[in-house]
C-alpha cells in the first residue's frame, strides 16, 4: 500500500511537471516494490514504466530507453502476447526512438504496439486511433506524405466514431 501511495503521489508530481519530485517519489515506490514482489511482477514493470515516462519528458531519452526496456522485458515474461500493457511499453519505445528521430526504429515498435491493439481491442477504440497517428507523424516527418495520409484518415475515422462531435 505503500508502494502505491508513492507512486500516487509521483504521479501527481509528474502531471504537474514537477519530474524530479515525481523521480524521487516513483523510485521510493519502486524500491519497495523490488523488495517485496518477485522479478518478473507487472507491478515492477508499471514503475520502470513510470520512471521511463518521467526521463521521456525531461527529454533524457537514453534512460526514458533504459527504464521501458526494463518495463517491456517483464511484461514480455509475465503477461500474454496481445495484453494493451505490451503494446503500450512498444508504443513508449517508440516515441522515444520518434523524439530521437530515429525513424525506422519508431515504425518498428508503433507497427509492433499496432498489431497487438488490432488484435486485442475493438475496431473503434480510441488507442487504435492513436498508433495510426504516431504512424502517420512518422511518415509525415519522414515526407512520405501518401503513406502519412493513409495512416492519419484511418486514425480520423476512429475519432469520429469514437469521440462526441464537437471534441477538441
Known amino acids: 500500500d505503500l508502494a502505491i501511495s508513492y507512486n500516487n503521489i509521483g504521479q ?3 502531471n504537474m511537471g514537477d519530474y524530479s519530485k515525481a523521480l524521487e517519489f516513483y523510485e521510493k515506490s519502486l524500491k519497495i516494490r523490488e523488495k517485496v514482489l518477485p522479478p518478473n511482477h507487472p507491478d ?3 514503475s520502470y514504466n513510470s520512471i ?3 526521463y521521456k519528458n525531461m527529454g533524457d531519452y537514453s534512460k526514458a530507453l533504459e527504464f ?3 518495463s517491456l522485458k517483464i511484461r514480455e515474461k509475465a503477461l500474454p502476447p496481445n495484453h494493451p500493457d505490451l503494446a503500450i511499453s512498444y ?3 517508440g516515441q522515444v526512438y520518434h523524439n530521437m528521430g530515429d525513424y525506422s526504429k519508431a515504425l518498428e515498435f508503433y507497427e509492433k504496439s499496432l498489431k497487438i491493439r488490432e488484435k486485442a481491442l475493438p475496431p ?3 488507442d487504435l486511433a492513436i498508433s495510426y497517428g504516431n504512424i502517420g507523424t512518422v511518415y509525415y516527418t519522414m515526407g512520405d506524405y501518401s503513406k502519412a495520409l493513409e495512416f492519419y484518415e484511418k486514425a480520423h475515422k476512429i475519432k469520429e466514431k469514437a469521440l462526441p462531435p ?3
Open 91 to 93: 508504443n513508449n519505445i
Open 44 to 46: 515492477l514493470a508499471t
Open 12 to 14: 501527481v508530481y509528474h
Open 166 to 168: 464537437n471534441h477538441p
Open 124 to 126: 473503434n477504440h480510441p
Open 68 to 70: 521501458y526496456e526494463k
Open 52 to 54: 521511463g515516462q518521467v
